[in-house]
């Protein structure tokens, strides 16, 4: 009792399972509480228990000697449970509906490599356009690898009876509204607009021209417009340079001329 408010907790507990290894439980979508754990001989199992009566499990299987922990991830949409021990290098999936056997084993996913730990995507994070239910997170020694598991479907169109209407992020209630003893239910959420990647786009590879990457030229200018004239000493600077020019060039070509000449002679005598 405190702030003049009376907190009251209501706990109970039973032997789900007579092992002393560590135990995992979720609550179903019927109300349910599934559990793994061990039993006395260290064998593990799963149960399925009704919170107004544990006297009695509604089911009951053992399943391996394996020393692992089973995790399980509920799926409350599809009333599927996903088992993975830790050492395991397989994931085991059952159904769970109101008839009995109440716990129906469906299928085992394998793989080579054992796991170390195992994560779960929420239901709005998968992919709607490829059918995928369900999509894990394999922790390896050095990696993490994700697998995907898909419901395969030959038409294109979103599949409803694969994804009825989830839990959204928005909650029901405030947190004041739940302290004053309201209660509803989940908001939930439509994943027909989920995420849906874009198509897969041709990719073409092509051989880029050096002259592609020269900037663009710009305007081209009046040469009236835009360039200055020359002064007049500027002028006359340059017809001095070009005469000079001219003069060197008529020097050398005499001098090769003379040179060719003498050559001749030289040769001529030798004869």
Same mark, same amino acid.
């Given at each position: 009792?405190?702030?003049?408010q009376?907190a009251?907790w209501?706990?109970?507990?039973?032997?789900?399972?007579?092992?002393m290894r560590?135990?995992r439980a979720v609550?179903t979508r019927?109300?349910?509480?599934?559990t793994?754990?061990?039993?006395?001989?260290?064998?593990?199992?799963l149960?399925?228990w009704?919170p107004n009566n544990?006297e009695e499990?509604?089911?009951?299987q053992e399943m391996?000697?394996?020393n692992g922990?089973?995790?399980?991830?509920y799926d409350?949409d599809?009333?599927?449970?996903?088992?993975?021990?830790?050492?395991?290098s397989s994931?085991r999936y059952?159904?769970i509906?109101e008839?009995?056997?109440?716990?129906?084993?469906?299928?085992?996913f394998s793989?080579k490599?054992?796991?170390?730990?195992?994560?779960?995507?929420?239901k709005r994070?998968?992919?709607?356009?490829?059918?995928e239910i369900?999509?894990?997170y394999?922790?390896?020694?050095?990696?993490?690898?994700p697998?995907?598991?898909?419901?395969?479907?030959?038409?294109?169109?979103?599949?409803d009876?694969?994804y009825p209407?989830?839990p959204?992020p928005e909650?029901?209630?405030?947190? @004041?509204e739940? %302290? &004053?003893g309201q209660?509803? !239910?989940?908001? =939930?959420?439509?994943l027909?607009?989920?995420y849906m990647?874009?198509?897969?786009r041709e990719?073409?590879v092509?051989?880029?021209n050096?002259?592609?990457v020269?900037?663009?030229?710009?305007?081209?200018r009046?040469?009236?417009?835009s @360039?200055?004239? %020359? &002064?007049q000493h500027?002028l !006359?600077?340059? =017809?001095e340079e070009?005469?000079?020019?001219?003069?060197?060039?008529?020097?050398?070509?005499?001098?090769?001329?003379?040179?060719e000449?003498?050559l001749?002679e030289l040769v001529?005598?030798t004869?």
């Amino acid at each position: 009792m405190s702030e003049r408010q009376l907190a009251l907790w209501d706990p109970e507990r039973f032997a789900a399972h007579e092992g002393m290894r560590p135990m995992r439980a979720v609550f179903t979508r019927q109300g349910h509480i599934f559990t793994t754990g061990f039993t006395r001989m260290s064998q593990r199992e799963l149960g399925l228990w009704d919170p107004n009566n544990f006297e009695e499990p509604v089911a009951l299987q053992e399943m391996d000697t394996s020393n692992g922990v089973l995790l399980p991830f509920y799926d409350p949409d599809s009333s599927i449970v996903y088992l993975c021990g830790k050492g395991d290098s397989s994931i085991r999936y059952f159904e769970i509906t109101e008839e009995p056997p109440f716990v129906h084993y469906l299928n085992t996913f394998s793989s080579k490599e054992p796991q170390r730990g195992m994560g779960f995507m929420p239901k709005r994070g998968l992919d709607v356009s490829k059918c995928e239910i369900a999509r894990f997170y394999k922790l390896h020694e050095r990696k993490c690898e994700p697998i995907i598991m898909t419901v395969p479907r030959k038409s294109d169109l979103f599949q409803d009876d694969l994804y009825p209407d989830t839990p959204g992020p928005e909650p029901a209630l405030e947190a @004041d509204e739940w %302290l &004053s003893g309201q209660d509803a !239910e989940p908001v =939930l959420i439509s994943l027909r607009d989920g995420y849906m990647p874009p198509k897969h786009r041709e990719l073409r590879v092509t051989k880029r021209n050096i002259l592609d990457v020269r900037p663009p030229p710009g305007p081209r200018r009046s040469q009236s417009a835009s @360039d200055a004239p %020359l &002064s007049q000493h500027t002028l !006359e600077t340059l =017809l001095e340079e070009i005469k000079a020019l001219r003069e060197q060039v008529q020097a050398q070509e005499q001098r090769i001329t003379s040179l060719e000449n003498m050559l001749c002679e030289l040769v001529d005598g030798t004869d």
